[in-house]
DNA sequence: TATTTATTTGAATGATTGTTCAATAAAATA
DNA sequence: TATTTTATTGAACAATCATTCAAATAAATA
């Protein structure tokens, strides 16, 4: 016998994840993401605790949007190509007109230190929930035969992370796109074709 | 005719780089720096115009730190030895206890968006002035039969400095030292490695 | 319809933000 | 030594910051 909320709460986390995201946690303040939200002070304090929590759902909301992402390549086709699509999907975000934003984990990485651990630890989940479904692929592929059996799954999957680390920082650093896609795709090639063989 | 200022400025953006890189730009109040430099507000606007004009100039101070950390691998040994020494002296002070602080270009160049345009504009020109450098080694490595005469120096020098921004993510991010060494070894040799040639 | 519970409102909070400035101090020239 | 020029001082500025809260509102149960 309550009041429920009236807003969608879908709808607020995603416009003030993409306030976020262009300013930053302290680029941008409270009464931004008012103006941005539609909700007022109050509201948010009622919804999220404060400005921190709000930015923190803000992080799980974009992370679950990564897992939905991720998953929305599995399929029953080879897992270097399940891999290989994941990887240039996040390469073209990051070419195209709006990848200027980088991504946001890292941008969140980046810019909070290890004082604001509850941010830091939350950003790391995310983050190693992606490197993880890497390895993970990479595993399957090398089951498959599509990778050597030497192939050291685990660094592989690190390496690419950090590839792909450094094109977001490209993009948000305003690189020339087809350069962006010049050094992922270069990238992910060296790294990977050394491993590859034919199907077993 | 006049006083000279009381301060040493090296000394001075030396404390206020520290803290800025730290904690980034927006993270770092005027009374931090009027605390960690020791100087007024007065003095620091008379000196450095406002906070944003200081920023800058620590940016500036954190290149020329880059640009000497750079001119003391060049010598007449191999290009090649050049680039991999400079290369993995960074990694080391990535993988370092310090490294947490990630580097302050990529920090900076990730929290501030394109409309703090002045601090995008200095941190572009940093970042480029090092990606020629690494350019200029891997040319004059292909000229001396170091590196194959197909080896496309520009887009290696791309692939190399987007690695670099990789690693210096995951140093942000809290990652183990280990495992950044590990990462940045491995893409390193699977980059150059194809190219490479005994020389002639 | 009356009551309960939660949400929304929006003004107000005190703290902190970046910045200014008149007064003071000190070095260098004349 | 007197004068000029700049640096330093540190209090004060208005603006903005994140946050709070009592009142008003609305849905759901009884």
Known sequence: MARPPQFDRTEVLEKATQLFWERGYRGASVSDLVKATGLLPGSIYASFGNKEGMF??????????????????ESDSSP????????????????????SRGCFLVNASLECAESDSAIKSKVRDCMGQNEVWIRDQI??????????????TTRLAGCLTGAMFGFRVMSRAQEDPDKIRDVASTTFDSLVTPWQQVAV
């Open 56 to 73: 923190i759902a803000c992080l799980d909301y974009y992370g679950a949007q990564g897992d939905a992402l991720r998953s929305q390549f």
């Open 80 to 99: 270097l190509t399940v891999l290989r699509n994941f990887f240039f999907a996040i390469v073209e975000m990051a070419a195209d007109g709006d990848g």
């Open 139 to 152: 595993d399957a592929a090398r089951q498959v035969g599509e990778l050597s059996e030497d192939t050291d």
